[in-house]
DNA sequence: TGTGTTTTAGTATCACCGTTCTAGAATGCG
DNA sequence: CGCATTCTAGAACGGTGATACTAAAACACA
């Protein structure tokens, strides 16, 4: 199984023509829209633009596209927003971070939501393998709340009335619900209104 | 094209053989647990113990034998559960309705997880038709909600700290992130961190 | 007891599924 | 310039998707 990308063997050979990241993007699109099961290959062909037969030369079969999707997706969208949010202090990073969730769910015409929800429904139930990279990322973003909380907590900033790890939870919860809610019934006083209580639950004395 | 279950016409002919309920709930089983696109018409032949003719003669094609199996699954989940507890006083009302779905979700080894929160990802977003129907259902859950908060901050039970309709919109929210972490990773302590800072807020001055 | 209607079971239909194969064109290296 | 290699395009593959059809069986009623 030759690894993609990478020349192998002793002598090179005909080169790519299409692009892999902007293929990748295109099938991320797909699977963000539609879930793995919906997506067809014929659909991937057609919004990716190149043929089923560099398809699975260069990424496997669907579930391995799927799951490098998946991983783009994560790193450009998630990972980066927590990079961003990292940057700022801890009430503040908190406050931006659903700012932007907020915004992002409002201004969302197609109603992909997001994708790592998506597959947290979709695919994660079925699958051992997409559960676990699933679970790992929310990981992530819990232990990004956590280190909020703790830092916002020592800092004064942020309410000592609940431990950090349980409001650090209850924020990764109040998370996945927006994304939900937000697929269904985009509303911005919704939406809002479940995010209001959250955050002043942080800013109680 | 006969109405299913009703006798029409003016001359009796042969009964159904089976039940129509119990196939009913097969279909709810299946679709509950695979979703529409991954559920197939072979899938419920099995499951059902009916043949494809009648299922088709029964209840029409595969995507109203979903909506009815949506429909089935709402009055006898969703439905019940909103019954059972508006007999409670409010503030306890909301107690027993989360606890519910924290066994519920604690319970479910197959990780079914919630046959509407399921369709609000699966179908609603590309079907307006059942989009209306599961942003119905959780205006249901959202107005029990806010008829329980605007009880209990009557009589003294909840805080007045929050409106009652942003309350209510918390808990809606709260409750699809709880059913979506529950398919990825039901853990007691990380589902039960959702819901605490969700009750404080009712309880605080 | 026939007659009409509707159920059944099984199969046919036809499009699409994920995947692979068959070509032939394009490249780097000896 | 071959030669090995790997690309591309597209057809082909077996399997399965939803649904429709055929014919026999089962009942209610005249």
């Not at 963000?32 to 067809?40: D, L, V």
């Not at 999707?69 to 994560?74: G, I, K």
């Not at 916002?152 to 939900?180: N, P, W």
């Amino acid at each position: 199984m030759p690894l993609s990308g990478a020349m192998v063997g002793d002598s090179m050979a005909r080169p790519r023509e299409f692009d892999e990241a902007a293929v990748l993007d295109a099938a991320v699109l797909c699977f963000w829209q539609q879930g793995f099961e919906a997506t067809s290959v014929r659909d991937l062909v057609e919004k990716t633009g190149i043929t089923a037969a560099s398809l699975y030369n260069a990424f496997g079969d669907k579930r391995a596209l799927y799951e490098k999707a998946l991983d783009c997706y994560v790193e450009g969208s998630v990972a980066a927003r927590l990079r961003h949010c990292e940057a700022l202090p801890p009430r503040a990073a908190i406050g931006a971070f659903f700012d932007d969730i907020l915004a992002r769910s409002l201004g969302d015409r197609e109603r992909k939501g997001c994708m790592l929800v998506n597959a947290a429904l979709d695919v994660a139930p079925h699958d051992a393998g997409f559960r676990k990279i699933v679970a790992g990322v929310l990981a992530e973003i819990e232990t990004f709340f956590l280190t909020c909380v703790t830092a916002g907590q020592a800092d004064g900033t942020i309410s000592r009335a609940l431990a950090a790890e349980t409001l650090a939870r209850h924020l990764l919860g109040v998370l996945m619900g927006l994304r939900v809610l937000a697929r269904v019934r985009p509303e911005p006083a919704l939406l809002e209104g479940v995010i209001t209580p959250a955050l002043a639950l942080l800013d109680l004395p």
